[in-house]
């Protein structure tokens, strides 16, 4: 599973992010903040090398990623 695109009413977005969360997957906001690069987290995504969420809500985008996957690829310094 690359990159799986999902599409959320604004009012189902915080029952969908608590869903997300409980299947280990964390947004791209919160990566970037602990010193994650956003952008290479995409890149690898669109590799499949990661796996990822599209979400779209409304007009806004938001990505998140499966976190065991992303501080591995922290740790070997992909990130």
């Keep these: 599973m690359a990159i799986r695109r999902v599409v959320v009413d604004r009012r189902d977005s915080a029952i969908y992010r608590d869903v997300l969360k409980r299947g280990g997957f964390i947004s791209a906001s919160y990566l970037s903040i602990n010193g994650f690069d956003a952008m ?18 409304g007009k806004s985008v938001r990505w998140y990623y499966q976190e065991n996957q992303a501080e591995l690829a922290h740790l070997k310094g992909e990130v």
């Excluded at 290479?40 to 809500?57: E, F, N, S, Y």
């Design 40 to 57: 290479r987290l995409k890149k690898l995504a669109l590799q499949g090398r990661l796996d990822a969420i599209r979400c779209a809500i």
